[in-house]
Structures are given as C-alpha cells and as structure tokens.
C-alpha cells in the first residue's frame, strides 16, 4: 500500500513557509504522496471563517519544489473552472513537476463558497458529467468539440502538447457518478467520513470498484488539536494495523488527514511507519 499525506486545509491558517516546509518533509521522510484540498471558504459552522490557499497556485509551486512524490488536488471541484482550463492547469502541472501529477476531480459540495464566489450550485452532477467530459478528452490527446447545457468548447486541443495522459482520479460516491467516471479514471478516493474511517465502511463502500482505491483516514497524534473534529479517529498508535488491515481490504492507497497537521506530527508518523 501506499501511503500518503494531505496538507493543511482549512484546520487553521497556514502560510507558505510552512506549507512547504511539511510537503519537503513528507517527501524527505518516505511518504509517496501528498495532497491539497480544493476549497475557498468556510463559514458558519460555529468556528471562525476560514480558507486555504488557491489550490491551482500551491500545486504548481509544489511541482517546482518536490522532486520524488506524486501529488494532486483532492480533489479538485469542475465547477470552480472552465474544462478546457482545468486541463491545460493539469498538463502544466504535469509538465513541471516530470510526470508526478495525479488530477483528483469532484462536484465540490461546500454551497458556502460557491455562493460567497458566484459559481452555480443547482444541477452540480451534471455539470459535473460535461466537464468531465472535456477535460479526459483533452487531457487523452484529442481535439475536443462539445456544446452542452453547461459548457461549450470548439476545437479545442492542448498545446504544448501533454508529454503524458495525466492520471485521473475521481472522488466521490454518487451511482450516476461513478457510471459516468470509472470507465475513464485510473482511481478512485473516498474521503474518512463516508465509510466511518473504518475497515468494514471501506470494505463495503468500495465494494464494486473496479480502478485503484484511495482511501483517506484521519489520524489523531499524541490525542490531537481537535483540527478536525470527528468521530472514530485512529491514535498513532494503532495505526500501523489499522492499515495493514485496510490493505487487506482492497485499499491500494492511504491519505493520512492528521491531527494536528504539522511538521512534528508529519515526523512523528513516520517514525511509526517507516
């Protein structure tokens, strides 16, 4: 299995120098990947708003700053850009990161920032299925034509031209969904709360797949800050196991959510795993 690490997101306010600092030690410290969420704006959850940093932006200065591990948006919402320019971002990033880039795509689901920064929030899945559309066409070396309800291209290619067709993958867990994405992605994610950050919730919400499994798991080090409040978190201490059963259970991927998200809770992983 591999194992990777999601950078801070929304649990506090973390500037550059710091978001760079844990994606160079989650590199230097044997992780195979690291992850950054695609969001805006929180509020109104009873803590203070809050948002990260654009996602598009870090990513490709991740790119130029890592040199080992595969990385990517998890994941990225079709709804926050045209197709055509989510794929030409993606072929970018690839490019200058030599082939290390993996393009996680979802709906998005946080109506709080669609509102807050006029993107439309009706019909997401739809609009979901004509991006997708576009975008692994695109991203598969073809000049792509498509008028739709949503979106619109007309001869549209990528140039320079992709040294590689980007990995997809796809988050989420909708039926119409995944009938849409599965034949075309490469994997698929599932976020801790879904399958109730346990063995079994995973063995059975990822029965059925039949593309690489992702799975995230939050993770509680020395008791945690409380950054991602949760029930049924896994303690540092029994996580080892809990990922050698979640293998067992078809998980070819692990995306540790750790609380807190920091460089000493990124150390202290992994000198338990490693």
Request: glycine share 10%.
């Amino acid at each position: 299995m591999e194992i990777g690490v999601q950078l801070p997101e929304v649990e506090r306010e973390v500037r550059w120098p710091e978001l760079l600092e844990i994606a160079r030690l989650v590199e230097a410290r044997g992780f195979d990947s690291l992850w950054l969420g695609d969001h805006m704006l929180y509020r109104g959850d009873g803590r203070p708003e809050r948002g990260p940093w654009d996602a598009w932006t870090t990513l490709a200065a991740l790119a130029a700053a890592t040199e080992r591990v595969t990385f990517g948006p998890l994941v990225a919402a079709t709804a926050f850009h045209e197709p055509g320019l989510i794929a030409r971002m993606a072929a970018a990033i690839d490019e200058i990161s030599g082939a290390r880039f993996v393009l996680g795509l979802g709906t998005g689901w946080n109506e709080t920032e669609f509102e807050a920064f006029g993107i439309p929030f009706d019909r997401k899945v739809s609009r979901f299925e004509e991006a997708f559309e576009i975008i692994r066409r695109l991203l598969a070396g073809e000049r792509v034509t498509f008028e739709g309800a949503f979106s619109t291209v007309r001869d549209a290619v990528l140039l320079p031209p992709p040294a590689r067709r980007v990995p997809l993958m796809i988050g989420g867990h909708g039926p119409r969904l995944l009938a849409a994405t599965l034949p075309h992605v490469d994997a698929w994610n599932t976020w801790y709360s879904p399958y109730g950050n346990t063995v079994e919730g995973f063995a059975e919400l990822s029965a059925g797949i039949g593309v690489r499994k992702s799975a995230c798991v939050l993770v509680t080090v020395d008791g945690g800050r409380g950054e991602r409040p949760a029930d049924n978190p896994v303690e540092l201490g029994r996580l080892r196991e809990h990922l050698d059963a979640l293998a067992a259970a078809g998980a070819d991927e692990a995306i540790l959510v750790l609380d807190p998200i920091d460089a000493g809770a990124v150390g202290r992983v992994a000198d338990v795993l490693f």
